[in-house]
């Protein structure tokens, strides 16, 4: 599979466009472009991401995995169940092994971003995500929580006795502390693309 720079390279030829002219209409310099080719650079923002696909005349799908028939549409993550890949609409998409970074994932991914005005810790507004369904945390990292007060993002981890503890939610700064009986994991957070980041 291709990775990210390689795509981006050979969509950049096939619009017949130089690094320098990408870049203006990315809105980026022409040094960024040679990083994002060439790898240098992994993390490209979400607003880049778009202006990116749309400077190449390519659908975002295509742009993250190379498929032309792939066009995921991002999901709304709202603070209140159920959780939105639930809808009937929803389009799964692939994450590749460069996007996943070490995480061992197998399971279905869906894209999603906060809905307006919803806030998330670990998510901002504008922001893009991949999560992957699953009731179980197989291994430390961000889960999708479902509570009495809704869905949060809280980051997992095991304590010295195997535990399963959380931190985030209500009070980020706060020591870790065991999952309330009434909260259940619902998704993992698997990738995520800072809207600020160039």
Known sequence: MDSLGQRIKQLRLQANLNKAALARKVGVSDVTISYWE????????????VALADALGCSLGQLLEGDAN??????????????????????Q????????????WQGECYLVT???GERFDHLDSGDLAAFGPTESC?????YLIEGAGGLYIGQLEYGESGELLCRGGKDAAAAPAPLETTERVVGRLLA???????
């Open 38 to 49: 060439s790898g240098a650079i992994k993390q490209i923002g979400h607003e880049r991401l």
């Open 70 to 91: 792939l066009t995921p549409t991002p999901l709304y993550l709202r603070g209140q169940p159920p959780v939105p890949w639930l809808d009937s609409n929803a389009n």
């Open 93 to 104: 998409f692939t994450l590749s092994n460069e996007i996943l970074a070490g995480v061992d």
């Open 114 to 116: 906060p809905a307006p």
């Open 138 to 142: 197989d291994q430390p990292g961000h």
């Open 192 to 198: 995520r693309w800072r809207k600020d980041i160039a």
